[in-house]
């Protein structure tokens, strides 16, 4: 038989729902929410390649249905529309008619009924159908040409429902469905049904009288007690039954050509999503053409090798010394340039230098060629010598602006290969994260096509993605060069938009004598890297792996038979059913095995000896594995140190972090972590010197607030733990116990991050009710900490936006007006805009002292280095011979960094171990 054609009907407004629900808020570039419209257009695309249909219709509700009309109750608990969902269906309707696919619907009726029509329809007309929905009530509509693609709670989780699936999961047929609901109710939709009849037994009832009608025919079959229910509710079944039907009789008709997939200007979808920030969907597109006036058909095919990827620019190759020449000349006479580098890893201190890319002007680019693999090098290269010699004083000259997109990694690859770099002025993507710290479109290519409309060639055309993936190396220069040559005059284009951007939301100081300042220091960082005591932790993991085998021996003894302990299930079991441990509030997992997740077990802590020994495997555990064994293995080979990567863009408040590996999560509160920071020394004749802020975010809270009574507790020099515990509790500071220090110490540091009564009671040993009282108590001594925490709030809602001292802003769309007002989501989005005025702040203070800190160090000539920055902290490794010397100079430069009313101090350890100068 030969196969029928497909169309695939889409719910639209269920879709949109349902995305909104399941999605974070997101802003496009113009502030718009496109949460909703970016989950929709996401499944659109890839229901669309997935099911391969030959036809589409997306169909929509309109308002008041007949339904209604019948029920005045109907859907009446349903929240109003928030306006940012509203304003997104709106949009979503855009996206369909970019896509040329035709809309349905039918004044009074819902698109449910809208999708029982046209599924009928197609039927009729010889064709299959799949219902793409996030709604339940379409899958009455299941049949042998019928299914319904049911998008989950996650909505990335779909389930195809064909008349197998429901019997399975309800154990009923399709039509029987109807039946079903009315009896049981719908609370999505208000209709009520039997009370006492849940899902058991109206599909017991089901199964028993096939329908609603059958059922009250035999009414006298039923049991007495359930009889009775279903007597006084026999209208409200019936009535429920004609609004949970859907009406497939409705005036509207189904062209089929006009619902056939078919050519579309993808030039006004690449326009629309530009506006909308959706660059991540872009290579999900129908077709690859970049060509302005392609007309595609939808999911075509044909791709196209020589589709018009590449960006409009006069790129040249320049693998001959006279052509270097020019090119050095043009860039001197320009004054500026771009740089950007081809390598072989994303780890730069060991990258092998591939190319180097460069831009003097507005679409102009050049591609000097070094490393190509000779296999694939079917043109000329330059020697790393040539380039050098030619190129290296114009990258060394301050002189010459240089700009450049994530310079710390380029920075670092040419200073490897012997191009120190000096006039760096501009990294396109730390101004991208300061004019929005989210980090959603830092990438190059996402930039280039929302500030310029540029569509680039992504990387992977290049070099393909998987076990398969190659390397830059391994790519002849001629596919190469147009490439990175792209990538440079994209960057030197962007400095131009972007430092009006920057201006404009007056975050162009903080960028200039901030950020770009500390690229260097990082690079410098970064290039230095850690000494480490390979040998020490190879004796520990050897210690770990005996205490593991030890640990888990007893643990088979305490549950009396062998098992896997690293085994969920077999522990769940081991735990729940053979010890018989209390279950109450323990959920189970979808294999209906109770949890044993680390919460779980720290509850039923002093439940059995057992608990405390898992929980001491799996600590030791995740020690060796996440420090232990790994580190080691990350050790460079060629400096015998490790070299992390230093982020200035991987959070949203401003701090630093560190990957690859994460030196600022090294453990400290575990004796046994303590053990792994004994592995970081230092080279010999040196010391680790570490230069902690003592409570420097609530010296930053003191300053902005302006209280008096915090502001004066600094100024005493005194413990402001015990300082604060005094005043709230009414005794003399020299009787405040450790545990009234310890709730104080709590109260202090969690008002920075926007802790309620629930938070401190559960923080602590108090009920709400006094964790209330401490509260109120702490404002009482501190009111204008209070005043602080509400005007912020309001700056937040009011305009959306907060910001740090120095000016560093931080985002909250989801606080505006019209946004939906999630109480979880809102509440943590006014905790988080409470905390980054302070923490922010604190990441600022630190980035000037660095910044001061590595230009006095060079200036002096001094070989001391800092190596290390874990928040309020930093790590020098310092000769013997300067440590006098470096402690006073990094005290005085971190307590001067910035001017607060309650004064910065600084703690100096040292130690020849990171563990000694805790």
Avoid at 476 to 482: L, Q, S, T
Avoid at 564 to 580: C, K, T
Avoid at 690 to 704: C, F, P, T
Avoid at 764 to 787: H, N
Wanted: overall charge negative.
């Amino acid at each position: 038989m030969a196969k029928r054609p497909l169309i695939l009907l889409l719910d639209g407004n269920a879709l949109v729902h349902r995305a909104y629900h399941a999605i974070p808020p997101l802003t496009g570039p113009s502030g718009e929410p496109t949460n909703a419209t970016f989950g929709f257009t996401s499944t659109l695309l890839k229901v669309l390649s997935d099911l391969d249909p030959e036809y589409a219709v997306v169909a929509w509700d309109v308002g008041r249905t007949f339904r209604h009309e019948q029920y005045e109750e109907y859907k009446a608990t349903r929240p109003a529309l928030p306006d940012d969902l509203r304003l997104q269906l709106e949009r979503v309707r855009d996206v369909v008619a970019a896509f040329n696919l035709p809309s349905k619907q039918a004044e009074g009726y819902e698109a449910d009924d809208v999708l029982a029509a046209l599924s009928q329809q197609a039927v009729e007309q010889g064709l299959d159908v799949i219902i793409v929905t996030g709604d339940t009530d379409t899958l009455q509509l299941v049949n042998p040409h019928v299914k319904v693609l049911l998008s989950g709670r996650k909505f990335t989780d779909s389930k195809m429902y064909d008349e197998a699936a429901i019997r399975e999961r309800y154990d009923l047929e399709p039509e029987q469905l109807v039946d079903f609901k009315s009896l049981k109710g719908d609370p999505s939709d208000n209709i009520p049904g039997v009370p006492g009849v849940g899902k058991v037994t109206a599909s017991q009832l089901m199964k028993q009288f096939g329908s609603v009608e059958e059922l009250y025919q035999h009414i006298d079959q039923v049991q007495t007690k359930l009889r009775q229910k279903l007597e006084e509710k026999e209208a409200d079944v019936r009535r429920g039954k004609g609004l949970i039907q859907l009406v497939a009789d409705l005036p509207i008709e189904m062209d089929l050509d006009h619902c056939r997939l078919s050519a579309y200007d993808r030039s006004k979808v690449v326009a629309l999503f530009r506006e909308l920030g959706f660059h991540s969907l872009l290579k999900r597109l129908p077709g690859e053409s970049a060509r302005p006036t392609a007309q595609l058909p939808l999911f075509a095919a044909e791709a196209g090798e020589d589709a018009a990827k590449a960006v409009a620019g006069n790129y040249r190759l320049v693998n001959t010394e006279a052509a270097l020449r020019d090119a050095v000349a043009s860039i001197r006479k320009a004054g500026a340039c771009a740089v950007d580098t081809e390598t072989t890893s994303l780890r730069p201190v060991q990258a092998d230098l591939v190319g180097i890319a460069l831009s003097w002007q507005d679409g102009q680019g050049a591609y000097i060629p070094v490393g190509h693999l000779p296999v694939v090098a079917s043109k000329p290269q330059l020697s790393l010598d040539v380039v050098r010699k030619h190129l290296g004083p114009v990258l060394a000259d301050a002189s010459i602006t240089k700009y450049a997109h994530n310079a710390n990694y380029d920075l670092i690859v040419l200073h490897q290969h012997g191009m120190a770099v000096q006039g760096l002025r501009f990294d396109t993507m730390i101004a991208a994260y300061l004019l929005d710290p989210s980090g959603r479109n830092l990438g190059l290519k996402g930039l280039a096509w929302q500030e310029l409309g540029v569509e680039m060639t992504p990387i992977e055309d290049l070099i393909g993605t998987g076990k398969g993936q190659l390397t830059m190396d391994q790519l002849p220069v001629e596919r190469v060069f147009p490439y990175a040559a792209a990538d440079a005059d994209m960057t030197f284009r962007l400095v131009t938009r972007q430092e009006g951007l920057l201006k404009e939301r007056q975050l162009w100081e903080l960028f200039t004598e901030v950020e770009i300042p500390l690229v260097p220091v990082l690079v410098d960082m970064e290039r230095t890297g850690v000494a480490l005591d390979v040998e020490f932790l190879k004796e520990m993991s050897g210690e770990l792996y005996q205490r593991l085998n030890a640990v888990a021996l007893q643990v088979e003894e305490e549950v009396g038979y062998p098992l896997n302990i690293n085994s969920s299930q077999q522990l769940s079991d081991a735990l729940f059913v053979r010890l018989g441990l209390p279950t109450d509030g323990v959920s189970r997992g979808k294999s209906g095995y109770y949890s044993t997740a680390a919460g779980v077990l720290e509850s039923l802590q002093g439940a059995h000896p057992v608990i405390d020994l898992i929980l001491e495997h799996r600590q030791l555990s995740k020690i060796k594995s996440t420090y232990v064994d790994a580190l080691p293995l990350l050790v460079n080979p060629s400096t015998g140190r490790l070299h992390t990567s230093w982020n200035q863009t991987g959070t949203v408040t401003g701090r630093i972090s560190s990957s690859e590996p994460n030196l600022q999560n090294i453990p400290i509160r575990t004796e046994i972590g303590r053990r792994v920071r004994q592995a970081f020394v230092t080279r010999p004749g040196c010391s680790l010197l570490g230069a902690d802020y003592s409570q420097v975010e609530l010296r930053i809270l003191a300053h902005i607030s302006g209280d008096e009574n915090l502001l004066a507790a600094f100024r005493r020099g005194e413990d402001i733990h015990a300082s604060t515990a005094a005043s709230i509790l009414g005794v003399p500071l020299d009787q405040v116990t450790a545990d009234m220090r310890r709730l104080a110490k709590t109260i202090n540091f969690g008002l920075i991050y926007g802790m309620s009564d629930w938070g401190l009671a559960a923080r602590t040993e108090l009920s709400r009710e006094q964790a209330a009282e401490f509260i109120s108590k702490y404002f009482a001594q501190f009111p204008r900490v209070q005043g602080y925490l509400a005007r912020t709030k309001q700056q937040a809602q009011e305009q959306g936006y907060v910001e740090t001292l120095l000016g560093r802003k931080r985002y909250f769309p989801e606080l505006q007006s019209g946004s939906r007002a999630h109480g979880n989501l809102k509440a943590g989005a006014l905790r988080m805009a409470i905390n980054h005025p302070i923490q922010g702040t604190a990441a600022d203070i630190i980035k000037i002292a660095m910044i001061r800190l590595h230009n006095e160090l060079q200036s002096r000539g001094l070989d001391s280095k800092m190596i290390l920055q874990v928040h309020d902290e930093l790590v020098l490794e310092v000769p013997d011979s300067e440590v006098a010397r470096v402690g006073q100079m990094v005290t005085s430069i971190m307590e001067g960094a910035y001017a607060l009313d309650a004064p910065l101090k600084v703690d100096i350890k040292t130690g020849r171990n990171w563990r000694e100068m805790e």
